[in-house]
Nanobody
Framework: QVQLVESGGGLVQPGGSLRLSCVAS????????MGWYRQAPGRQRELVAA???????NYADSMKDRFTISRDNAKNTVYLQMSMLKPEDTAVYYC????????????????WGQGTQVTVSS
């Protein structure tokens, strides 16, 4: 099993920046890709960005110019640096991790953190 704990959310003014962190624990060696999703009130959860164990990244088109995902495998931590924040970025941000099979090729389960609130408002 894998446990994910996010931190770094809060209230920020439009145009500001925040860095989210997600620390993984448990069966660390079985974690493959990790990512960040977000869910605004009344909306579906959506992908923000993801990163493989080797550092290959994938972003939602609307966020790729403002957000940067990174990963420190030694610290079992994935980060999301958010800049030029807009009110529409207000959401609960969730960390996600793929739990892989022994070959490392097939995800068996998907784990989620508890979420961290990001509010962009003046």
């Amino acid at each position: 099993q894998v446990q994910l704990v996010e931190s770094g959310g809060g209230l920020v003014q439009p145009g500001g920046s925040l860095r989210l962190s997600c620390v993984a624990s448990g069966s660390i060696s079985s974690i493959g890709a990790m990512g960040w999703y977000r869910q605004a009130p009344g909306r579906q959860r959506e992908l923000v960005a993801a990163i493989t164990r080797g550092g290959i990244t994938n972003y939602a088109d609307s966020m790729k110019d403002r957000f940067t995902i990174s990963r420190d495998n030694a610290k079992n931590t994935v980060y999301l640096q958010m800049s030029m924040l807009k009110p529409e970025d207000t959401a609960v941000y969730y960390c996600n991790a793929d739990y892989m099979d022994p070959t490392g090729l097939v995800p068996l389960e998907y784990y989620w953190g508890q979420g961290t609130q990001v509010t962009v408002s003046s």
